[in-house]
């Protein structure tokens, strides 16, 4: 499943309720907990350094685990000390994220968009 929020704070909630829907409809209600915790901190973030502009969420369910992404327009640094600031604050901010994610044996990242695209891809798999 994927779609589209605006980049504003309330994108958040109904991030966390599209995927609670999904998830719960598909026979996969354990991960509940953990996926709207993990998109709500990721929609939040995303949104806050992209404000205003479009996110793409992603939730797919592949061979025994969960995977969401979400994917921003936050712009390319040129300058590698800017570079390296912005990543190391997109990832202090994900703080809880990364908590609920080691607590899931799962694993996350984020990543520069391939071109065209650009910007930010932050994803998150789950385990079975």
């Not at 929020?5 to 609670?20: E, H, K, N, Q």
């Not at 969420?57 to 327009?73: C, F, K, P």
């Not at 990543?111 to 932050?122: C, N, W």
Request: contains cysteine.
């Amino acid at each position: 499943m994927s779609f589209t929020l605006p980049g504003d704070t309330r994108s958040a909630f109904i991030g966390r309720t599209v995927v609670a829907a999904a998830l719960e409809v598909h026979g996969l209600a354990p991960y509940v907990w953990p996926a709207t915790h993990i998109v709500d901190e990721l929609v939040a973030v995303t949104v806050r350094m992209s404000p205003g502009k479009d996110l793409y969420v992603s939730l797919r369910h592949r061979e025994d685990a969960v995977r969401l992404l979400v994917w921003d327009q936050h712009p390319h640094h040129a300058a590698p000390d800017t570079a390296t600031l912005c990543e190391t604050r997109r990832r202090r901010a994900l703080w809880m994220l990364a908590a609920v994610v080691d607590d899931w044996g799962g694993e996350w990242g984020a990543t520069e968009a391939s071109p065209p695209r650009g910007g930010i891809k932050s994803w998150v798999q789950l385990p079975r």
